[in-house]
């Protein structure tokens, strides 16, 4: 007797780690898919958006220093 309730305890361990590692493996697929690719995708729009900035700021001081210049 007891060596099935020994059976009936590992085998409740091995399917209480396979629940667990089946939702480790939802979350996993989760971040892989989905989450990850959409912070990828705003670190790309951001630095987008950085670098437009930045020609803009360029493109602006140039003007201001040829207005600076004809004005001596």
């Known amino acids: 007797m007891p060596k099935i309730c020994k059976a009936a305890e590992y085998e409740n361990s091995i399917f209480s780690l396979a629940k667990a590692l089946e939702k480790t493996q939802k979350l996993l697929n989760a971040l892989e898919n989905v989450i990850i690719p959409q912070y990828q995708q705003k670190i790309r ?3 987008a958006t950085l670098e ?4 803009e700021e360029f493109a602006k001081l ?3 220093k040829a207005k600076m210049e004809s004005r001596k």
């Open 52 to 55: 437009e900035r930045e020609r």
């Open 45 to 47: 729009f951001i630095l």
């Open 62 to 64: 140039k003007k201001v």
